[in-house]
């Protein structure tokens, strides 16, 4: 398919533990985001990435919380050691170039810690 | 900084009657502005935009918005409600002419009773 895709959809795993959420992004689309969004709540901004600028990392909430993007293309999000509250709805979404271009989001992973 | 106010976590409407769901921004410069609705249990879509021009924008299922540079709002409108309508609704804003991320409002949730 042609949009954005998320790996895996579910993960459950057990506190302490390290996970890694994938995202593939539209080709050819050059800013990619992650967002956390908790029980159908709101968009939690996480990190951004735009080209081969220095990323946006100001909202990952912790030292656990880490993410790349390889070959401007797909993108991965590595939480280590985590806990029960990381527990919520991984968003990813890429744009094409151009600020007013509208992204495009994937269907989520949705993790949740024992 | 920027900032995106979704002041109703619900809002309720009767189906076949006009729906108003607001949405206020504080930027330092002049916006893009974005609607997205998430519908249960699937991914964020992107519903309309203003870019420039007519401050009416017209988007999917019958949706509008009306961007107001005085009030800084840009309120999401349809003249006559459908059940199908019920989900998360988000108001986002983006600076012109910068290199900043979106930001997304906390999302309303649209309730429409038959």
């Known amino acids: 398919g042609a949009g954005v895709s998320q790996s895996p959809s579910n993960k459950v795993t057990e506190k302490g533990k390290d996970v890694e959420l994938r995202c593939d992004p539209i080709?050819?689309?050059?800013?990619l985001y992650w967002y956390r969004q908790s029980l159908g709540q709101g968009l939690e901004f996480l990190i951004y990435?735009?080209?081969?600028?220095?990323?946006?990392k100001s909202g990952l909430p912790s030292d656990r919380f880490s993410a790349e993007r390889t070959g401007g293309s797909v993108s991965t999000l590595t939480i280590q050691r985590t806990q029960q509250e990381d527990s919520a709805v991984y968003l990813c979404?890429?744009?094409?170039?151009?600020?007013?271009?509208?992204?495009?989001f994937g269907p989520g992973t949705r993790l949740t810690v024992l | 900084a920027q900032s995106v106010a979704q002041p109703e976590d619900q809002v309720n409407v009767a189906e076949g009657n006009p729906l108003t769901v607001k949405c206020t921004y504080s930027?330092?410069?002049?916006?893009?502005l974005f609607w997205y609705v998430q519908y249960p249990n699937r991914g964020l879509q992107f519903l309309l935009k203003y870019i420039t021009g007519d401050n009416l924008v017209k988007g999917s299922y019958g949706f509008e918005a009306e961007f107001n540079k005085s009030q800084t709002s840009f309120h999401l409108k349809k003249p006559s409600a459908l059940v199908s309508d019920s989900a998360l609704y988000f108001c986002?804003?983006?600076?012109?002419?910068?290199?900043?991320?979106?930001?997304f409002g906390s999302g309303t949730r649209l309730s429409i009773r038959p």
């Open positions: 979404a890429s744009s094409s170039q151009g600020e007013y271009n509208e992204q495009f």
């Open positions: 990435f735009q080209g081969n600028s220095a990323p946006d």
């Open positions: 986002a804003v983006r600076v012109r002419s910068s290199a900043s991320k979106i930001i």
């Open positions: 080709s050819g689309h050059t800013a």
């Open positions: 930027v330092s410069g002049n916006p893009y």
